[in-house]
Every structure is written in C-alpha cells, then in structure tokens.
C-alpha cells in the first residue's frame, strides 16, 4: 500500500489531501483508496463529512475507501436503545451509560449498537455513491462482508456470515463489525476488523447490542502476530478487485436521485 496509486502517507491527527501520482491519472477512478495510519476519530468522521458533501454537490467525483487505526474509542448508532453501553445491559431509560467506560463516546450517524475502536484493529471507511450501485444497500453489506471473509481467507482463517447479525464470524466469535450510514445514497463509516492487540475494552460494553458475545481476533484465531499496517494492503488488492461486482450498468444508474 506504501508507495502505491490508491495510498497515502500514514499521518496522524492532520489529514492533508494528496493528488493522484501523474502517472496514475488515467487509470478509471473505481475505487480511490488512501492509507490515513493511526488517526484520532474525530479527524476521521471530519474527513468523511467533507468527502461525502463533495460527492453530494458533484456526482462525477470518484468513490473512496478510507483505511486507518483509530485511538481507542466507542461509538454507538442512531438509536434510542442505549443500553448497549453497559457492560450488563441494564442502563435505565434516559441514561446516557458512558461514566464507566475508559475511553471517550461518539454518538454517530450509523446504524448499531455501541462497539469499542482501536489499536489493532483494521478501519475501513468507504465512501460510495450507491445510486452507481443499484441504490441496493443490502448489496452493499453483503460486498463489505465478503469482502471481510475473502481477507480473512488469505491468512487461513475460516468464517462467516450469520443469518440476521450483521458482520463476520469465526465460528460463534465476532471478528469484524460493519455499521454503515447513508446520506443522499452516498455511504458512510463502515467496517472495524479486529486484527491483534488488546480486547478488553469490548469488556464495558455489550459489543453490538449481542448479549455474552464472543470477540476474537486474527492474532487471537492463527496464534500469529500482525500488524493492521501489514495487512491493510490485501484488504485494498480485494476492494480494488471486487469493487465492480458492486456496480450497476451506466444506463441503469440513477444519478439523480
């Protein structure tokens, strides 16, 4: 990913814009995809924001995938259901349920219960016009999915969907969690997968609104030390390859919408 046409430096805090190499300006802006490092959440929904406003004013722009590693945090949907931010589930109605937890809380604009984001895990923030796709938002999870098992399959790790939980199994472990939001059919956040380091900070929480669920990792599931930097680059061959099974014929877009 270092180096290549769809990355940018790793930078943290700050994240500057850079333009295509020349060499790379006619190759078909599918997929525009930057390596952003280890960045801080709030500078991450920032950038979002700004992409999917410029996507909205200009339909032509091209769609992205943001890859990154967040500082730890927690978010939690656009729900009325808070009690996901209790380690029990028992929050009163009316509470907000955030004393307790050792690190800071977004409410955001996905759909979802409360999750933990951090070091070790691999964030994939795609930012895709879906009238280009059908305007098939269960499409476009069921690409996020595959797309996560197809990774997972390059480092000999079997998994999976399960029927109506969203995200990626190990067999009844979770190991990446999707919640996507959608503005004006244009996608937001994304993806979290969980790829080494320390999962006790799931332990405040109740991770997706799943009662005495089980969270592993790919260190955790091969007994194999990774990086997320080391695996992010396969996660950006797949999305490169997949992205067009995702597509709709030209004629059959609907730009307008």
Same mark, same amino acid.
């Given at each position: 990913m270092n180096g290549g046409a769809n990355s940018r430096e790793p930078m943290t805090q700050t994240l500057p814009r850079?333009?295509?190499p020349a060499s =790379?300006?006619?190759?078909? *802006?599918?997929?525009?995809?930057? #390596?952003?490092?280890?960045?801080?959440?709030?500078?991450? $929904?920032?950038? =979002?924001?700004?992409?999917?406003s410029k996507k909205r004013e200009d339909g032509s722009c091209p769609?992205?995938?943001? $890859?990154?590693?967040?500082?730890p945090v927690y978010t939690i949907g656009r729900t009325p259901?808070?009690?996901?931010?209790?380690?029990?589930?028992?929050?009163?109605?009316?509470?907000?349920?955030?004393?307790?937890?050792?690190? *800071?809380?977004?409410?955001?604009?996905?759909g979802g219960q409360a999750t933990y984001h951090g070091p070790g895990q691999l964030m994939g923030y795609p930012i895709i016009d879906l009238r280009r796709?059908?305007?098939?938002?269960?499409?476009?999870?069921? #690409? $996020?999915?595959q797309l996560l098992i197809d990774?997972?399959? =390059?480092?000999?790790?079997?998994? =999976?969907?399960?029927?109506?939980?969203?995200?990626? #199994?190990?067999? +009844?472990?979770?190991?990446?969690s999707i919640g996507v939001g959608v503005r004006h059919w244009i996608t937001m956040h994304g993806f979290a997968l969980n790829v080494c380091g320390d999962l006790s900070?799931?332990?405040?929480?109740? *991770?997706?609104?799943? +009662?005495?669920?089980?969270?592993?990792?790919?260190? +955790?599931e091969t007994k194999r030390s990774f990086t997320v930097a080391e695996v992010a680059p396969t996660l950006e061959k797949l999305a490169l390859d997949s992205i067009v099974s995702l597509r709709?014929?030209?004629?059959t877009q609907v730009m307008n919408a």
């Open positions: 850079k333009t295509q =790379q300006e006619l190759r078909p *802006p599918d997929l525009q995809i930057h #390596w952003l490092g280890r960045t801080e959440f709030g500078g991450a $929904l920032a950038l =979002q924001e700004e992409i999917v769609d992205e995938l943001l $890859l990154l590693e967040h500082e259901d808070r009690s996901s931010l209790s380690a029990t589930g028992r929050i009163r109605h009316g509470e907000l349920g955030s004393d307790h937890l050792p690190h *800071p809380l977004f409410s955001i604009n996905r796709c059908g305007q098939d938002l269960h499409k476009y999870l069921h #690409w $996020l999915e990774l997972l399959a =390059q480092y000999d790790i079997a998994s =999976q969907r399960r029927e109506s939980l969203t995200g990626v #199994w190990v067999e +009844n472990s979770k190991i990446a900070p799931f332990d405040h929480i109740v *991770p997706c609104g799943i +009662n005495n669920v089980a969270i592993t990792s790919m260190e +955790n709709v014929a030209p004629e």
